[in-house]
Each structure stands twice: as structure tokens, then as C-alpha cells.
């Protein structure tokens, strides 16, 4: 009897996307209720002659670069972040993989980290850059079916709107160190090619062998024929007899 497999009612099918989630939100806790100085080290550093100006003599600065797409303060940014990255990932990751999410993913941070330090006054934060990069992936990567979806373009020019009035609201540049990261990891993603699957369907090699074909005519059965050649043996007799 063939065994049935147990089926799972929860599957992890987007391991980066959920890592990604599931640490930041416990950062975001721990440094809300518990470690509020615990949201220093997951934040990019300002420009040189700011209150929050990088050490470049400091190594565990450098980190700072990266980390800083776990860390958040504003829960109505970090659910939106939060709500996007976890919509288009699981996709995304199945048409790219989960290797080279993450790596896009490193590259939007280190792009807005780098960026941040280098031009803008303010500490930098969040997932911004990393949830607009899988918008644009999103709407980008079905252009070999000839159309791109309208609602992708509409759920990426209302993350710009909200950026940019951000930006001019709090007159920061950290906004545009987000979109410029988002774009950089985009880019990435544009080069590389959806990795095709090997796996085909083989044909069953269980399939019961064909019956052989009895080419015999009804006629021709083999107790037919031993009744024919008894016949046959008691005309010769009786020929003889007589």
C-alpha cells in the first residue's frame, strides 16, 4: 500500500523574507518596551559634523551599514514595511531564490546606509528601501509577458508619494537614501535570470507490462486442435480395417 505523506498546515516557503520579518520585529520590540539604546546600533550613521556623525576609528560602526534595515521606532512605517515585504517576497524568492533576495537585499542596505552617512543630517532606519526594491522587482519582472500589471505600478507611485512627502515634511534626506538603495538592489535583481527547474515529470515505470496477444483464431485453440488430431488418428484407423 502506497504511504501517504503527512501534509504540514504551516509551511516556511520564503526562509529570507520570514528571517528578515521575524527579526525585525523582535527589535523593534526589545528596543520599544525593554533596550530603547538597543536602536543605536540598528540605525545608519549621519554625515561628519552632525550629532549622529559616524566614527570611522569605531569597527562596529561599519555593521551599522547593514543593520540598519532591522531597526525602526514608528510602528505605522515598520507595519507598512513590514506588510509589503512579506506580500512580494515569498513570490520573489521563488522566482529568484532565497540566496539572491538576501544579497539584493544587502546591497539596498549597504546603497542607503553609505549614502546616509555621506550626505543626509539625520540617523537612518527601516525596511524602506528594501520593501520599494521588491515593488519595482514585482512590477519589472513580468515584462516577458508583454504587460506590466497596473496595481504594481499603482502600489509603487503611492510608496514614492509617501516618501517624498515625508522627505519634504521632516526635510531630511534619509527618504532619498531609502529609494536610491531600493533602486540599487532592483537593479541587481533586473540582471539576474530566473533560474529554470530541472525537475520534469518522468514517465511511470510502473505501468504493468501489455498482455500478450493470442494471435490464435477461435478456431485454432489448443483443445480444438487435440480433438481434430484424435479424429484424425481413428479415420486412418478405420481406413485400414477396411
Given at each position: ?91 520573489l524568492e521563488q522566482r529568484f531564490g532565497s540566496v539572491v533576495i538576501m544579497l539584493m ?115 485454432n485453440t489448443p483443445v480444438q486442435k487435440k480433438a481434430q488430431t484424435k479424429n ?11
Amino acid at each position: 500500500m502506497a504511504v501517504r505523506k503527512k501534509i504540514s498546515p504551516v509551511s516556511f516557503d520564503a526562509p529570507a523574507t520570514l528571517i528578515f520579518s521575524i527579526i525585525s520585529l523582535l527589535i523593534f520590540l526589545l528596543s520599544r518596551e525593554f533596550f530603547p539604546s538597543l536602536i543605536s546600533f540598528f540605525s545608519a550613521p549621519s554625515a561628519q559634523g552632525t550629532e549622529h556623525a559616524f566614527n570611522w576609528t569605531n569597527p562596529l560602526q561599519y555593521t551599522r551599514f547593514l543593520f540598519h534595515v532591522l531597526g525602526n521606532t514608528s510602528w505605522p512605517v515598520f507595519a507598512s514595511d513590514l506588510a509589503f515585504i512579506l506580500l512580494l517576497g515569498p513570490q520573489l524568492e521563488q522566482r529568484f531564490g532565497s540566496v539572491v533576495i538576501m544579497l539584493m537585499a544587502c546591497v539596498t542596505a549597504l546603497v542607503s546606509g553609505l549614502l546616509n552617512a555621506a550626505f543626509s543630517t539625520s540617523l537612518l532606519m527601516g525596511g524602506t528601501g528594501i520593501a520599494f526594491m521588491m515593488i519595482l522587482l514585482a512590477a519589472f519582472t513580468s515584462i516577458d509577458k508583454s504587460s506590466i500589471p497596473l496595481s504594481f505600478l499603482f502600489a509603487a507611485v503611492l510608496f514614492l508619494f509617501r516618501e517624498l512627502y515625508y522627505a519634504v515634511d521632516t526635510s531630511s534626506l534619509s527618504n532619498f537614501a531609502h529609494l536610491a538603495g531600493g533602486l540599487a538592489g532592483s537593479a541587481l535583481g533586473f540582471t539576474a535570470k530566473k533560474p529554470q527547474s530541472t525537475r520534469r515529470k518522468s514517465p511511470s515505470s510502473s505501468k504493468a507490462p501489455a498482455a500478450k496477444v493470442n494471435k490464435e483464431t477461435p478456431g485454432n485453440t489448443p483443445v480444438q486442435k487435440k480433438a481434430q488430431t484424435k479424429n484424425t488418428q481413428w479415420e486412418d484407423v478405420t481406413t485400414v480395417k477396411l
